[in-house]
């Protein structure tokens, strides 16, 4: 089964509105990375977090990793409507060479 | 960063026939990974190429369905077997960046089993 369960499933919100997506995951990982998808494309890495890590900043990309309730948080501020594309959480589990994704977030940004 | 070249981008196949995706890297890696993203779903692994051993296959998917050849450390191919139109799937590959954590994908195959 799948490891990530992301909400929510989808976002619809104005451009410069900020978007926040959640990830909730089950076993212990060595880190955790957000990826964006535009129209069932190829996949597009954003940002890794490590699990002794907390919040990384990218740009406009904010990342929160909370091990301790298992799950992280994607904040993009200022949205674009560039923006618009499914983004998928994806951890690293441990003892595994291996990633594991969430189910994704569609994310609409109307202009 | 990785450049990764999938090929071919898209294709519509009979059922009962066979496809071969190739993934070219632009830097050898150790590693290459194959997905499957079934319409409207995320993805999922299909199994680990390593250069010069035989692919691991996770549960759920088999050889004889999704042979996999590694024949270098820039190259690889996935062959989508004996298709059904459950195969119809975006499938893409993806390498480890040189830090040993899977970052990079292809721009992915759409396959449409008719």
């Known amino acids: 089964s799948q490891q990530g369960e992301e909400d929510p499933q989808a976002l619809s919100i104005q451009e410069g509105e900020n978007a926040t997506m959640n990830c909730s995951y089950k076993t212990s990982i060595n880190n955790l990375q957000w990826y964006r998808q535009n129209s069932g494309r190829g996949l597009v890495h954003l940002i890794l977090?490590?699990?002794?890590?907390r919040e990384k900043h990218s740009g406009r990309l904010r990342v929160t990793l909370d091990t301790s309730k298992k799950s992280s948080s994607l904040l993009i501020t200022a949205s674009r409507a560039a923006d618009t594309a499914s983004y998928f959480c994806?951890?690293?589990?441990?003892?595994?060479?291996?990633?594991?994704f969430g189910q994704g977030t569609r994310l609409t940004i109307n202009p | 960063s990785a450049v990764i070249s999938q090929k071919p981008s898209r294709d519509i196949c009979q059922r009962g026939t066979s496809l071969t995706i190739q993934c070219q890297v632009d830097?050898?890696?150790?590693?290459m990974f194959w997905y499957r993203q079934q319409p409207g779903q995320s993805l999922t692994l299909i199994a680990t190429a390593n250069q010069g051993s035989e692919a691991t296959y996770e549960s759920g998917f088999v050889i004889d369905k999704f042979p996999i050849s590694r024949p270098n450390l820039t190259f690889s191919t996935l062959t989508v077997s004996n298709m059904s139109p459950e195969d119809s799937s975006i499938y893409l590959c993806?390498?480890?960046?040189?830090?040993?954590?899977?970052?990079?994908f292809g721009q992915g195959t759409r396959l449409t089993v008719v």
């Open positions: 994806a951890t690293g589990i441990q003892g595994a060479q291996k990633l594991v």
């Open positions: 830097s050898q890696v150790t590693m």
């Open positions: 993806s390498v480890e960046e040189q830090g040993g954590i899977q970052a990079f």
């Open positions: 977090i490590r699990s002794n890590e």
